[in-house]
C-alpha cells in the first residue's frame, strides 16, 4: 500500500507475538519501522531482554538481541 508517497506494509511475528510496519519513503531514501506496544506478557520478556550485540549491517552499531532475529524474519516477510 502507498500513502503520501510512502510505501507500507504491514508484518507479523507470530513466535515472538510482534506486529507493526514498515514504510518506504523513496523521495528521501528512508526506511521507517514501527513496532505495536507491549500488549501481553511474552511482550514484556522481549522488553527485558536488553543484553546488547553488535549490528554487522551497521558499522559500530549495538542493537538489543531479539532485534538481529525481528529484522531476520522481517526481511523475509518483506521479499515475499
Same mark, same amino acid.
Given at each position: @500500500?502507498?500513502?503520501?508517497?510512502?510505501?507500507?506494509? $504491514?508484518?507479523?511475528?507470530?513466535?515472538?507475538? &510482534? @506486529?507493526?510496519?514498515?514504510?518506504?519513503?523513496?523521495?528521501? #531514501?528512508? $526506511?521507517?519501522?514501527?513496532?505495536?506496544?507491549?500488549? *501481553?506478557?511474552? *511482550?514484556?520478556?522481549?522488553? &527485558? *531482554?536488553?543484553?546488547?550485540?553488535?549490528?554487522?549491517?551497521? #558499522?559500530?552499531?549495538?542493537?538489543?538481541?531479539?532485534?538481529?532475529? $525481528?529484522?531476520?524474519?522481517?526481511? $523475509?516477510?518483506?521479499? *515475499?
Amino acid at each position: @500500500q502507498e500513502v503520501s508517497g510512502i510505501k507500507t506494509k $504491514v508484518f507479523n511475528i507470530p513466535f515472538l507475538k &510482534l @506486529q507493526g510496519f514498515v514504510g518506504y519513503y523513496a523521495a528521501k #531514501h528512508t $526506511v521507517f519501522v514501527a513496532f505495536r506496544g507491549t500488549v *501481553n506478557i511474552p *511482550n514484556v520478556i522481549l522488553d &527485558l *531482554n536488553i543484553k546488547q550485540t553488535d549490528y554487522p549491517a551497521c #558499522h559500530k552499531c549495538k542493537v538489543i538481541k531479539v532485534f538481529t532475529k $525481528v529484522i531476520t524474519v522481517l526481511l $523475509v516477510q518483506l521479499e *515475499n
